[in-house]
Nanobody
């Protein structure tokens, strides 16, 4: 089993920044791909980003490109999501996700929930003035 725990969410003003962390534990050695997903009430689930040990490419949904950056620290089994220039539209529960799949797909596969086999409990991000 793989366990994922997100942290770093909170309340921030529009234009502000937050960095989310996702710590992985358990049988993590088979994990090759990790992503971020978000869900806001009244909105569709949305894949935010994806990165993989199997490729050197990161992927982002169009609405967060440039503003968000995902990265990982393999020595700490942790993935990060740096969020800048936050907008009210970014308000959502952010979930960390992981899978054994090698690579994010490159064709949008990572944007679908079914792509990931493991999920964290989520952390709330609220962007409001």
């Amino acid at each position: 089993q793989v366990f994922l725990v997100e942290s770093g969410g909170g309340l921030v003003q529009p234009g502000g920044s937050l960095t989310l962390s996702c710590a992985a534990s358990g049988n993590i050695f088979s994990i090759t791909t990790m992503g971020w997903y978000r869900h806001a009430p009244g909105k569709e689930h949305e894949g935010v980003s994806c990165l993989s040990n199997s490729d050197d490419t990161t992927y982002y949904v169009d609405s967060v490109k440039v503003r968000f950056t995902t990265s990982s620290d393999s020595s700490k089994n942790t993935v990060f999501l740096e969020m800048k220039s936050l907008k009210p539209e970014d308000t959502a529960v952010y979930f960390c996700a992981a899978d054994v799949i090698s690579g994010c797909g490159g064709l949008g596969e990572w944007r679908q929930k079914r792509f990931y086999g493991y999920w964290g409990q989520g952390t709330q991000v609220t962007v409001s003035s």
